[in-house]
């Protein structure tokens, strides 16, 4: 199929960009990448009537190491995400999450904002925003406000974002180095996950958790945070056993969402397996 009829801007400038969005409203889509929201104008799914094209916006590319936090434009490629130094250095698993991202040619096109945007429950880019604890920063021509992440995402493809608004950078907060562990499983390369987790964790310097975060993907409408159900109490780390028990608490107290394709036991299976691996890899890069 072929999309509905649209016109079409690429705005050199932020400000230009707002601008648009204000006047158009409802009846703008904002492109990137393109690899969402393409196949969808194309099967019809989505029909707007003008295209907002901010590829030329230069500021929207950057990251930059800002006091305490980490900044990551919008337009930042998937590919530049998982590669570049300063993300490599200081959000580890941020980078490596947006490797595993779909194929070759959608890492090249695909942004960070798009990812965002478009809100896929099972998605990698959202479930690190909301295991990181990051902050979402959008714009629109009467000004700028932060959401976190937590908040950001509400439901399947529908976030906080409102029509005459821009994503345009995603900021997570710079802590002590922490370990990470990020698992997710797919039936095909380059599939979205069944299943996807992510854990990040701090260590004491007398050996106890201090920083604890654990996020699903692909169990619920949107990423979600679980670690409230982690048994923290008296826990030595060290304890092989504490592995387990955390992967066991965490998925069995899970809401997991049933669908027509993948039941809801399957993927809590799936989800203390990859729990386990994730949790033994965190654990590891803090030590």
Do not use: C
């Not at 003008?50 to 919008?74: Q, S, T, W």
């Not at 909301?130 to 439901?155: K, M, N, P, Q």
Request: net charge neutral.
């Amino acid at each position: 199929m072929k999309p509905a009829r649209f016109s079409y801007e690429a705005p050199d400038t932020l400000a230009a960009a707002l601008a648009v969005l204000a006047e158009r409203r409802d009846d703008a889509k904002v492109i990137a990448g393109g690899q969402s929201l393409a196949p969808m104008m194309n099967m019809r799914l989505a029909q707007p009537g003008h295209l907002v094209d901010i590829n030329r916006i230069i500021e929207l590319g950057d990251v930059r190491l800002e006091p305490k936090r980490l900044a990551v434009g919008a337009l930042v490629r998937h590919a530049d995400l998982a590669r570049n130094p300063i993300v490599r250095l200081h959000a580890p698993m941020l980078a490596h999450a947006a490797g595993t991202i779909g194929h070759y040619a959608i890492r090249q096109r695909g942004t960070l904002g798009g990812s965002l945007a478009h809100a896929d429950p099972a998605a990698q880019l959202p479930l690190m925003a909301v295991v990181l604890d990051a902050e979402i920063e959008i714009a629109s021509a009467t000004g700028r406000r932060v959401v976190a992440a937590t908040d950001f995402f509400h439901s399947i493809f529908t976030t906080a974002l409102r029509a005459d608004e821009l994503l345009v950078a995603m900021r997570i907060p710079l802590p002590a180095a922490q370990g990470w562990g990020f698992r997710l499983f797919t039936r095909r390369a380059g599939d979205f996950a069944l299943v996807a987790v992510a854990v990040a964790l701090r260590m004491s310097p007398q050996g106890a958790i201090d920083h604890l975060r654990v996020a699903a993907a692909g169990i619920a409408s949107t990423a979600v945070r679980l670690e409230a159900a982690a048994p923290l109490d008296d826990v030595d780390p060290a304890d092989p056993d504490w592995i387990v028990r955390t992967a066991d608490a965490v998925a069995g107290a899970a809401d997991i969402e049933e669908n027509e394709r993948i039941s809801a036991e399957y993927r809590r299976e799936l989800l203390d397996v990859l729990l386990q691996g994730a949790l033994a890899d965190a654990r590891r890069r803090a030590a």
